[in-house]
Each structure stands twice: as C-alpha cells, then as structure tokens.
C-alpha cells in the first residue's frame, strides 16, 4: 500500500488555492517556493505574517500562501500594508507584487514607505512586462524592446528598481533572479528578521509572453540567460546597477540600520501620552 | 485620566463641524486616522494628529487620498476602527478603493467635507455637489451609507453613528458634510459614556478551521475575524465566494455577492434610514432638505405658517440608502414638494423619483451661499397656486 507523502512546503500554501493561475515556465511559482522555503527555514508562525499583493499574475500569490493575506486594487498593496502594520505592529507584514503594480501605478506609494521607513517588506516579481494583460510595455522593459504596446520598439528609459530603493531610504536592498533560489531565500529571510522597509527584486522569467514577443524563448532560455548575464556585485553602487541584455548585476545593495516609522512613532506616542498625563 | 477618558471630551464645548466631527470619531472608538491635507477637511486631519497620539493611538499622512483610503482598509482588516477625512478632488481619488471596501465588506469611515466642483472648483467655497458621487463614485453595483449633518453638534453625532453602521453592515459609511457645517462654529455636548450607543463589528464564533471569511450570517453580513488572529483567511477586490477564494469565472458566484452586498443595505434600510420631519402632520407642501440647506428651509417653512400656509420639512439625516418611504409617505398627502440643494439638481432627481406623481420644484444653488429663507419661501408660496 502507498502512502501519500506530503511536500514540505504544503503547510505553507492555502489548500484551497493551490491551481494557480500561472504558466507552465512563469517565475512567480520559483519566488513562491522560496518565499515558503524562507518561512520554512526561520520556523515562522504563520499566524503572525500578513501578506498583501495587487494587481497581475503576481498578484494572486497572496492567495496561495496559508497565511492572513489580502489582494488590493491594482498598485495599493504597500499603501494597505502600511494601514495593517501601524494598527498592529506584532504583525510581519510582506508586500509581493509585480513590477507594472509597484512601480508604475504604484510608484508613488513605493517611495514613501521607503522614505517613511515603514517596517513592511516588499518582494517584487520583475517580469519586465505586464504578463497577465497581454504583454505590454512597462517601467522596467528596456529600451528598443518590441511588445504589444511598442510595437517599433520600447523609447522609454526603464527603472533601475534596486537604486530606486535604495534611493528612496530602504534600509535593506537585494536582487536575485529566479536562478538564484537559495541566495534570493536567504534574502527573503534577511528581510524577514530586518526592521525597516525592506526590498527584494526578482528577476522573473514569462516565457508565455514576455519571452513570446520578445523572442527570448522558453524558460529554459530565460535560466541560461540568467546564467550568462548575471554578476553577483555585493554591496556595489545601486546606481550602476542597471539590468541589460548583456549584465544583471546581482546581491545585497543595501544594509544598514535606521529607525522604522513605527518605533518613531511609538516614542512621539509616549512622550505625548506623558506630557498629556502631566497637565492634567 | 486614562487613556480612555482622554478619548472622550465629555462636556460642553464650542466647536467647528470638523472638530466636532474629529471628535465624535473618538468617541465612537476611531483609533486610526489616515489622510491628506485638502481644503475644508484640513481641520478634521489636524485635530487628529494633535489628539490621537494622545490617547496612544495612529495619525498617519499619506502620500494622497488614494493611499489614505487604502491604508484605512488594511487598519480595519488588522482590527482598529479607522477614518480618512476628505473634500471633493480626494474623494474622487479614493473611489476606486472605496469600491474595494465594499467588495471586502470593510468597516469604515470618510468624511467628505463638500465644496464646490467640478476639479479644483473654489476649495473655500461649500457646496453639496457629491451627494450622487457618494452613491455612484465607484464602478459595479453597490449600496454605500452616507448621512449629512446640519449642525456642529449632529457632525459630533452621526460621525458616531456612521462607525456604528460601518461595524453593524461591514460597509464604507461616508459623513456628507458640506463645507458650511463643517467651518461653523456651535455649541457641542458631549455626553457621558454611559450615554453613547458604540457597536463593535461582530466576530467569528467558530474556530479558524471552520471560518468562511464571507459566509453572511444575520442582517446578510459575516462575521469579521481580524489580521494575526490565527483565521488565516483571504480577502480580496475580485468576486469571491463566501470562502474568501476568487471565482472570477462563476456567473453564480457573482450574482449570489453582488446581490447580498446590496441587499445587506437594501433589506435592512428601515434600521438605516433616519429622516426628521417638522410640521409635517398637516403640512401640504413640503420642503425635503439636508445638510446646511435644512436650516434655511426650516426657517422658511415656520414663515410660511406664520403667513398660514400649512408647510413642513422633511429633513434627510440619511441620504444612501436613499430614505424612498419616507418621501413617498409625504408625497401622498403634500400638493407639492420643493427641494433646495447647494448644486444643479442631484438628490432632487432621487425625490422625483420617490414622490411619483407628486409634482417637485428644485431650487438649485451654486456658489457658496446656501438659499436664502425667502427663496425658498417665494418656492413655497408658488406650490400654493
């Protein structure tokens, strides 16, 4: 007799979410695994995390993971996030959402919690297109790239996300590709145990349609160009950190300590409570 | 004094509407306040950020009112009664999330402190051109609940009252203040605790294993676990069954949650809806009034029996769910009804529709000033003949 065995990441992910909607080759299942991997390896209490995507393929994974978690508008996760980690700071709070909902229609929310210094982490899927709409053009394509929306080729000037953050004063800064699976889980872990905004970029693989229209072929194709292109820089200057054909600069960017939002506010909470219970 | 007797001010006070209003969310037990700064509601944020770091509680500024209204939603999930305060443009701005409130069935409160429209329009000057926004402002169909004070102390009033309805039906409750009421200055009570009705969400009573995040119970709402409660649930903007999955496939599944979504409100509209009516016994021609333009109106009404023409008001504290009985009562026994609004003709058309054959005149105004009681006199009069 058989007996069924269960995969050790199953108690990480909702039984009933477990048809993803993803491709056959999609990145996003690889940074689910290491996600899970991650919570796996720090032993978390899965009754203690939150997490909050938005709009796109990525979007769906918070309702994967058996955890608390909701799936916003389209670019107002790190906005919610930010409204659940202030009203109940015990709570880990992750935002894991794609490059269009992050940066594009949410760009504005992305610098202002990294300036706010807000102790939620942000793990973005960059896909280098919108993938769940057809394959367009995006604030990270890069320039002459041909999709659906730049049919003569992509003008405008891509994000260079990891200086973007960094920029923007988080206090933890990495990308990895989805090659990368064990270096991209010890961020995530890095992340997880790190207080203050915190942000990992993952180069992902959409071999459905990004790889489609730009003729960049299966995902075995994007791996092998992960492979080639990739140069783990740690600790180099974000601002040369820029993702071409030819080089993915990879690693930790940034690690240092700042005071988050909510310690901040907790001791303008106190000084004001005291002073308030002084005059009266 | 402890921290909670700092969070309610009980005694007399002199007030503007939006102080009141920063107030009355206190009372009623609002401990997340996130918003932007935007012309006439700057008060409502400003007396937050001095008051609620008092009483150990969050003020955030966000980054606009599109984050301001997310930020509330997450505060709700993870268990804090939450408001944003607004006028017109940020309004327009949170729609969209407003809509995820609802989808989500997240207790809330925006206050809209209204001037005058469309765009940047005249940010000092009132107006009450955002009463149809309120009902209509987000895409798909839904039922919102919206009241409108006509005084400092009912701004103090029913911002309590608006968390109690967001806790009762899990629903956005918007405050429609126009900018009048909420920059004049009144007398306020606030009265003892013993004296304030607080209604607080009702919770799952069944283990985490069993809790279906969207299975209704009584009144068509579920119960609400909280964030880090050990519920694990899902919640999202797309349509979902009563296990908090999506279903964005099922024509079964959309019909059976856009249907309770509304019909939450819909069927229990006779709890909702409060309406106020002053010499209406007799009255055959009435005034139908909220907001600001409700006083005008009364003092007209009381000149025209003066001059022994029977008229009342019928003044709409609740203006979503739309108080339809309440209108059609009154249309069945008036010869006409006038209705005065600071804008171009909105819940006027909602009148007309209740009032049936019933014949309405409306009396627009834009601009700052609300009628003058003559001008709605001289509409009275008219009725008469």
Redesign the interface.
């Given at each position: 007799m058989q007996t069924e065995i269960a995969h050790p990441l199953d108690v990480y992910l909702r039984e009933t979410g477990i048809h993803n909607i993803w491709c056959t080759g999609c990145g996003n299942g690889i940074l689910l695994n290491s996600f899970a991997t991650a919570l796996k390896e720090l032993d978390f209490d899965l009754d203690k995390i939150v997490v909050v995507s938005g709009i796109g393929c990525i979007g769906r994974i918070a309702g994967y993971i058996n955890a608390d978690s909701f799936h916003t508008t389209h670019g107002r996760p790190i906005p919610f996030a930010t409204g659940v980690k202030l009203a109940n700071p015990e709570l880990k709070v992750v935002v894991i959402s794609g490059d269009g909902d992050l940066f594009a229609i949410g760009g504005n929310h992305f610098i202002h919690a990294a300036r706010r210094n807000v102790d939620i982490k942000v793990i973005c899927a960059n896909n280098f297109n919108y993938g769940m709409t057809g394959g367009q053009q995006g604030p990270t394509t890069p320039l002459n790239v041909s999709t659906v929306t730049t049919p003569y080729g992509n003008i405008e000037h891509p994000f260079n996300l990891v200086h973007l953050a960094a920029g923007s004063g988080a206090v933890y800064v990495a990308r990895w590709t989805t090659l990368h699976v064990r270096r991209l889980t010890e961020s995530i872990k890095k992340a997880l145990q790190k207080q203050g905004f915190s942000f990992i970029e993952v180069i992902a693989q959409c071999p459905e349609i990004y790889g489609k229209s730009t003729k960049m072929g299966n995902a075995i194709d994007f791996m092998n160009w992960f492979k080639k292109a990739s140069e783990v820089q740690t600790f180099s200057d974000p601002a040369k950190a820029e993702v071409t054909r030819e080089r993915i600069p990879v690693g930790e960017f940034v690690d240092i300590e700042k005071p988050t939002y909510e310690k901040l506010l907790r001791e303008k909470i106190v000084q004001v409570e005291n002073r308030t219970r002084g005059g009266t | 004094?402890s921290?909670e007797n700092?969070a309610l001010l009980t005694g007399k006070h002199f007030l503007s509407g939006d102080l009141a209003c920063a107030e009355g969310a206190l009372a009623a037990g609002c401990r997340?306040f996130?918003g932007y700064p935007i012309t006439p509601a700057t008060e409502i944020a400003e007396r937050m950020a001095r008051r609620l770091?008092?009483?150990?509680?969050?003020y955030?500024q966000?980054?606009?009112e599109?984050?301001?209204i997310?930020?509330?939603?997450?505060?709700?999930?993870?268990?804090?009664k939450?408001m944003t305060a607004t006028s017109g443009p940020g309004f327009s701005l949170m729609q969209?999330?407003i809509?995820?409130a609802v989808m989500?069935e997240t207790p809330c409160v925006l206050v809209d402190v209204m001037r005058g429209g469309p765009s940047t329009g005249q940010p000092t000057m009132a107006s009450q051109q955002d009463v149809m926004q309120a009902k209509w402002g987000s895409h798909g169909d839904y039922e919102i609940i919206a009241l409108a004070p006509s005084s400092v102390q009912e701004a103090f009033d029913l911002t309590i009252e608006a968390f109690n309805c967001a806790e009762t039906y899990r629903v956005p409750v918007m405050v429609m203040m126009d900018a009048i009421v909420g920059h004049m200055w009144e007398k306020v009570i606030i009265p003892s605790e013993d004296n304030i009705k607080i209604v607080n969400r009702k919770k799952p009573s069944v283990p985490p294993k069993e809790y279906m995040p969207f299975k209704p119970e009584q009144n068509l709402v579920p119960p609400m676990a909280v964030?880090?409660?050990?519920?694990?649930?899902?919640?999202?903007?797309?349509t979902h069954d009563e296990?908090?999955?999506?279903r964005t496939e099922s024509i079964r599944v959309q019909r059976k949650l856009v249907q309770r979504l509304c019909d939450k409100i819909r069927e229990n509209s006779d709890k909702i809806v409060r309406t106020k009516g002053t010499m209406m016994e007799d009255a055959e021609i009435a005034v139908v009034a909220y907001g600001i333009e409700s006083r005008a109106a009364l003092s007209a009404v009381r000149k025209a029996r003066a001059d022994g023409i029977k008229a009342g008001l019928l003044r709409l504290v609740t203006l979503w769910p739309f108080p339809e009985e309440s209108v059609a009562e009154i249309a069945k026994n008036v010869k006409t009804i006038v209705v005065p609004e600071m804008n171009y003709g909105q819940l006027v058309r909602e009148v007309e529709r209740a009032a049936k054959a019933t014949p309405v005149t409306f009396l627009p105004k834009l601009g700052e000033e609300p009628h003058r009681p003559e001008e709605i006199l001289e509409a009275i009069k008219g009725g008469t003949m």
């Open positions: - | 004094m921290t700092r997340f996130a770091p008092q009483i150990g509680a969050t955030i966000m980054e606009d599109i984050a301001s997310a930020a509330v939603i997450g505060a709700s999930y993870a268990g804090l939450a969209e999330n809509g995820l989500t964030f880090g409660e050990g519920y694990r649930f899902h919640a999202t903007g797309l296990d908090g999955g999506p």
